[in-house]
Each structure stands twice: as C-alpha cells, then as structure tokens.
C-alpha cells in the first residue's frame, strides 16, 4: 500500500491529515460519512441505507482516501481510488456503468478512476479540498499513473435544467478531443431542457477543469443518486503548472 502523508495547520488550530484506509473500520468511517452526505443531504436512495453506509461492489477493490480532523479523530473528506489492476479484477471501472468507454480502453491500464468524493458540511472549505486533492496527486505520482478519470455530479433536484446548462456551456470550452469521447448509457435529454440558465459551476467540476481535465461527451443520468453525471478525464501531462506545484509534494 502506498503511503500518504499530509498534514496543514490553520487559524483555528484544526490539524487535518491525509492517508488511505488502513482498515476496514477506518473505510467503514468514509461509507459512513458517503452515506450522510449523499443519502441523508441529498436524498440519493442508496441501496444500502438501512445500514447507515454507502456501500457498493465497488468499495472492496478501491483505496479509500482520508482526511481526518484530529481534533475530534474524525474522518471529514474521503474519495475512493480504483486502480488499473483492481478494475480488471472486478471486470470494469465505476464509469462504465453510466457510459461507453470504448475509446478509452486503450489507456486503461495507466488510467486511475476515482469517486465518491464527498466533504462533511461542517468542513467544506479550501483546506479540506486541499488535502484530498494533494492527496489524489500524490497516489497519481507514487503509482507513476498517467490518467485520472471519473464523474462530476450536478444535482437534477431541478429536473435537470441546471445540468443542461453547464454543459452547453462548459462543454464548448473544456471538450476532449473526439478520439477521448465517451457516451452516456442513460442520456440527459438535453433537448428537452432549458440550456440556457446562469448557473454557478459546482465546486468539484469548477476544479478538475482548472486542473486541466476534459469534459468527454454528454451528461448520463444516475437515477439512484438522481444527479447528472459529466465524464471527466485529466490526462496528469495536462496538470496546469500552476496546480502542479502546488500538489505534487512527496
């Protein structure tokens, strides 16, 4: 297993540290907390609710990345990380139950995805954020990994208008050459939304495009979590140099 070590000190004396998972209690803490982000904040009708986790197949073959607050020894911020080999084992990535990847797949075994990415209400600042994503850079630069890849969620609380929107609008600027283009299995009916609203660009999405990621083709719907999902692939060659220094520190 690889090692991650981050920490930040802040003006509230908040000690923050990074690491993966190290036991299955320690990524039971990041489905407990996936579970009061996503099901009891946003409604998503998980199907493993009665158990207070989110939890699914995918979850035993992924590193589960933690931000703890040590203050309280709580985890606040995790994302989940499955590797070339893991996706093998399991047949495919998380990704490929909401689009086609056929032009991806022959990037596969340099080609990271991650998800379930989620921050506790009380902690969404930039410092949490910080952590997750230097976090992220340094398993990509450990792993000598070449492609992330992975989901950014819009709330359809709307219906979907919102969602149709940005991607009208980001799409034209961020899109992925043809050759990187997936297709979502459950398709936005963009055609039947309003493309038009001025809408704030999630914080996710807002940065993995500033990272420099592409948007790879159009919104699918995820009716368990009922969001619009937008396919994104950052290729690490394209890390802006900006963000670069700023993350890659071993």
């Known amino acids: 297993m690889l090692e991650l070590h981050r920490q930040a000190e802040h003006a509230t004396q908040r000690r923050l540290t990074t690491s993966l998972a190290r036991s299955e209690a320690e990524v039971m803490e990041a489905q407990r907390l996936r579970y009061k982000v996503f099901a009891e904040e946003m409604g998503a009708n998980l199907v493993s609710a009665d158990e207070g986790i989110d939890r699914d197949i995918f979850d035993k073959y992924c590193e589960h990345l933690l931000v703890r607050e040590n203050n309280e020894n709580k985890v606040v911020g995790t994302y989940r990380i499955l590797s070339p080999d893991q996706a093998q084992k399991i047949g495919g990535y998380y990704s490929q139950t909401e689009f086609d990847m056929t032009r991806l797949l022959h990037l596969r075994e340099r080609m990271v995805e991650v998800g379930r990415s989620c921050v506790h209400w009380d902690h969404r600042d930039g410092a949490t954020i910080t952590q997750l994503w230097g976090g992220l850079a340094q398993y990509m630069q450990q792993s000598h990994y070449e492609y992330m890849i992975g989901c950014a969620s819009i709330s359809m609380g709307d219906g979907g208008h919102v969602a149709a929107s940005l991607y009208r609008k980001l799409h034209r600027i961020y899109a992925a050459p043809a050759e990187y283009r997936v297709f979502p299995r459950c398709p936005l009916p963009l055609e039947a939304l309003n493309q038009y609203l001025d809408a704030p660009v999630p914080p996710l999405l807002k940065g993995y495009l500033r990272l420099g990621a592409y948007i790879c083709g159009e919104p699918a719907w995820d009716?368990?979590?009922?969001?619009?999902?937008?396919?994104?692939?950052?290729?690490?060659?394209?890390l802006s140099s900006r963000y670069a220094k700023h993350f890659l520190k071993v």
Do not use: G, K, V, Y
Not at 223 to 238: G, K, Q, V, W, Y
């Open 223 to 238: 009716p368990e979590f009922n969001t619009a999902d937008l396919f994104i692939l950052l290729p690490m060659s394209r």
